[in-house]
């Protein structure tokens, strides 16, 4: 059990992208009030589809993965995420590449500070704060599921 929870632990650090700073400069985010509420309804989804357990939130975020980026997801072993993002730093990350990566994802990328809590059924196995990207692309969100980075 102690080596499955590492194992799920490193996804965490993953998924917040703990090992690389997220450059560029903070600048004001202009977006509509529909836009805004596309990237709180995205999270709130996550989050509602990992209180209805594993396997529906592991669908909706291969769902909900960058079309580019389709083949990158990994499994989270029956774990499920909660992501609370603090709205006030939500900003523009223009020069951001997932890791491994070269190409900047189409569409307008977002970076935003997040607390992201992972569970194994009911017990939290650990929590982390770090940043997520997520994408607006075609009118839609879209993020990059663990294993891929934030």
Known sequence: ??????????????LTGCA???TGSARAVQLSDGDRGKFREF?????????????????????????????????????T???EPTWSTLRTDADWAPPGEKAHPRGDVYVVAVTVTLRQEEAVIGSQIGSLHVVLLDDQVYGFAPCLGG
């Open 43 to 79: 999270y709130e989804r996550l989050n509602k589809a990992g209180d209805e357990g594993a396997p529906q939130q592991q669908k909706l975020l291969k769902e909900t993965q960058h079309p580019d980026f389709r083949q990158k997801t990994c499994d989270l072993r029956g774990a």
């Open 1 to 14: 059990m102690a080596e499955r929870a590492a194992v799920l632990f490193a996804s965490l650090a993953l």
């Open 81 to 83: 995420i909660k992501v």
């Open 20 to 22: 690389a700073p997220v």
